[in-house]
C-alpha cells in the first residue's frame, strides 16, 4: 500500500531533507520540538514501511509511505500473531487519552482481563492503592502525575509487581537506551494486540 502526503510550501534543501526523520532536528527554530516526523518515521518502520521524502526548495514536499500488505485477512490468516495469556489477568490502564483508553481496555477485555481505568497518574495511584491489580499499564506524558513518577510509586508500595509504559516516545526511549524507574517495558504508540500479548508475556503475565 502506498501513501503520499505533500504539500506546496518552501520545500526543503538537501542537507535538511537528509536529517527531517532524525528525533528532535527541527528547521523551525524555536517553534519546532523535531519529534512529530521522527514519530511517524517510528511508526511505519513499526509496521515494516519505509518513508521516502521528495522535496525541492521552493516547490513543496512530498512524503511517500509504503506499508506492507496482510495477506489472508479474509480467512484468520494474518491476524496479530502471539497467542492471548492462557489466564485472565486484573490490568490497571492509566492514560489521560480517551480514545487509547478504550483500545487498550478492548484488546484486553477480549482476550478474557478485567480492565480498571484511570485518567491520570494520580488517579491511578489512588486505584491501585485500593484494589489488587496483576498488571499496571501507564501513559507516561499525563497531567498532575506522569507515568514515571506512578510507576515509581507502585514500585515502592509493590517491588515486584510488573509495570508497562505506553508512550508515543517509545521508539526514541528505546534507541537511547532509556528506561525509567520502576518501568519493566516500555511499548510504543501505537499499539498492536500481538505486541501487547508480548509485553504480557514478557511480565510473566
Known amino acids: 500500500m502506498v501513501l503520499e502526503v505533500s504539500d506546496t510550501g518552501a520545500g526543503m534543501t538537501e542537507e535538511v531533507r537528509q536529517r527531517c526523520l532524525e528525533p528532535f532536528f527541527s528547521a523551525k527554530g524555536d517553534r519546532g520540538t523535531g519529534l512529530g516526523l521522527a514519530m511517524v518515521f517510528g511508526i511505519v518502520q513499526r509496521h515494516e514501511g519505509t518513508i521516502s521524502v521528495e522535496t525541492e526548495p521552493g516547490r513543496g514536499t512530498a512524503f511517500i509511505i509504503r506499508l506492507p500488505v496482510l495477506q489472508g485477512l479474509r480467512t484468520g490468516e494474518g491476524r496479530q500473531g502471539s497467542e492471548a495469556p492462557s489466564h485472565a489477568l486484573h490490568v490497571l490502564v492509566v492514560d489521560d487519552d480517551p480514545t487509547v483508553r478504550e483500545l487498550i481496555a478492548t484488546y484486553l477485555t477480549s482476550d478474557g482481563h478485567t480492565v480498571e481505568v484511570a485518567t491520570s497518574g494520580r488517579e491511578g495511584l489512588e486505584k491501585f492503592q485500593t484494589d489488587r491489580y496483576d498488571i499496571v499499564m ?3 506524558a499525563m497531567p498532575e502525575m506522569g507515568g514515571d513518577q506512578m ?3 507502585v514500585k515502592k ?4 509487581k510488573p509495570v508497562i509504559m505506553l508512550t508515543g516516545f517509545g521508539d526514541m526511549m528505546q534507541a537511547a ?4 524507574a520502576g518501568v519493566d517495558v516500555v511499548l510504543s504508540k501505537p499499539v498492536t494486540r500481538s505486541k501487547l500479548r508480548e509485553a504480557l508475556a514478557k511480565v510473566g503475565g
Do not use: G
Open 151 to 153: 510507576a515509581a510509586a
Open 157 to 160: 508500595l509493590a517491588p515486584h
Open 177 to 180: 537506551d532509556e528506561h525509567p
Open 138 to 140: 501507564t501513559d507516561r
